[in-house]
């Protein structure tokens, strides 16, 4: 009777976690927004400002780069567009943190542990482009 034959198999090797590395709420001119609600009639003095200058369409995204097995990576939450460079800061504070909320929803899902992904998003990380 033959000896019984080894198998040998290489075990698995450990990976480590994607490491969260930088985060930045990113606020840029949106440079193809859609106003076309400033052609309502009761919006006439608005879209007179508009075409002034005296206000322009702003995007916001935030953006974290992730240590992903060795590669950096960046990921982004899908951005608000459209938003009114005048508009109240309360209310451009609620945008940066709903991108923040949707980015670290991303962010948990491609497996960064949370105790690196803060509940609410930081004014610093606030860059303007």
């Known amino acids: 009777m033959a000896p019984p034959r080894r198998r040998i198999v290489d075990a698995p090797t450990r990976r480590l976690p994607p490491q969260l590395q930088a985060v930045r709420v990113v606020v840029e001119a949106d440079t193809d927004p859609d106003a076309s609600y400033l052609d309502a009639r009761e919006l006439s003095e608005r879209r007179e400002r508009f075409r002034r200058g005296e206000f322009e369409f702003l995007r916001v995204r935030a953006e974290a780069e992730v240590l992903i097995?060795?590669?950096?990576?960046?990921?982004?939450?899908?951005?608000?567009?459209?938003?009114?460079?005048?508009?109240?800061?309360?209310?451009?504070?609620?945008?940066?943190?709903?991108?923040?909320?949707?980015?670290?929803?991303?962010?948990?899902?491609?497996?960064?542990?949370?105790?690196?992904?803060?509940?609410?998003?930081?004014?610093?990380?606030?860059?303007?482009?």
Do not use: N
């Open 69 to 129: 097995e060795g590669t950096v990576q960046t990921l982004t939450s899908p951005g608000l567009s459209s938003i009114e460079s005048d508009l109240d800061a309360k209310d451009v504070d609620q945008v940066m943190g709903e991108e923040w909320s949707a980015l670290r929803g991303v962010l948990k899902a491609v497996g960064v542990p949370t105790k690196q992904l803060p509940l609410e998003y930081e004014r610093s990380w606030v860059t303007r482009r």
